[in-house]
């Protein structure tokens, strides 16, 4: 996790409205995919564990109760606060997953997205663990990361030769997943998937159109080709 430090505070902020299209769509996604599949509602108590620039947090305080924000990257939090500036609803706390002080079955919703393949796998049994302990019964925990069995491997050598974002083959990317992979980890601490598909398939490469449809065709390939998603998604839920 100290190789993300290396990342500027804004560099999400700056992906959306600054990047190129391909780099762009490839975030703005990640918030749809919320408004899609994860639903969060006006009495919901949301954590998500590594915000970054608040892309997606800022939006979600927008409809939740209250909204806790965690990142290792003290200049990623004052970037978020920044962007939050008038939300009375939002919280933040700076840290490494070992770190994280969560309150015991308070959160509705855990939502860590691109954030898993950062950890070693000591890591990510910490995070499994506090966010099951952190959650309410009946509380649902949704991850995002790339899919090794997808053609991202190549997007990943691609992206790192020609400087399109910062390095990421073997030098962020700790541990490596598949969908199957994730859901038994997940099993293993007692969750229980609910829903899982991926994302990121075509739409990227065509974010040069119109916002409408790259939109269609993001909701597309979660609900048709999802398999085939460069990125993948797994909802799963403490039981009540």
């Known amino acids: 996790m ?4 290396g990342i500027s505070g804004d560099y999400q902020y700056r992906a959306i409205h600054e990047g190129i299209f391909i780099q762009r769509v490839w975030h703005l996604n990640k918030i749809y995919l919320v408004d899609e599949k994860f639903d969060v509602k006006s009495n919901d108590i949301v954590l998500e564990v590594g915000c970054g620039s608040s892309n997606l947090l800022s939006k979600m305080a927008k409809r939740a109760l209250l909204v806790t924000g965690v990142d290792i990257s003290q200049a990623s ?3 978020a606060k920044q962007q939050c500036l008038g939300s009375n609803n939002v919280n933040f706390q700076v840290g490494s997953i070992s770190e994280m002080e969560l309150p015991d079955s308070y959160y509705s919703k855990v939502v860590c997205q691109e954030v898993i393949e950062h950890l070693f796998e000591g890591q990510i049994d910490q995070l499994m663990s506090k966010s099951y302990k952190a959650l309410k019964p009946g509380g649902q925990f949704l991850i995002t990361t790339p899919n090794y069995s997808s053609l991202w491997p190549l997007i990943e ?4 030769k020609l400087k399109l974002s910062p390095p990421m083959a073997d030098h962020q990317h700790d541990t490596k997943f598949n969908m ?3 859901k038994n980890w997940l099993t293993s601490f007692q969750f229980h998937v609910i829903d899982s598909g991926g994302f990121n398939t075509f739409a990227p490469w065509v974010g040069f159109l119109s916002e409408k449809i790259v939109k269609s065709l993001n909701n597309f390939e979660l609900n048709h080709i999802s398999a085939l998603g460069n990125l ?4 799963a839920r403490k039981p009540s």
Do not use: P
């Open 2 to 5: 100290k190789k993300y430090l």
């Open 232 to 235: 993948f998604y797994v909802i």
């Open 157 to 160: 050598d691609v992206m790192d």
């Open 77 to 79: 939090i004052d970037f």
């Open 180 to 182: 199957k992979k994730l």
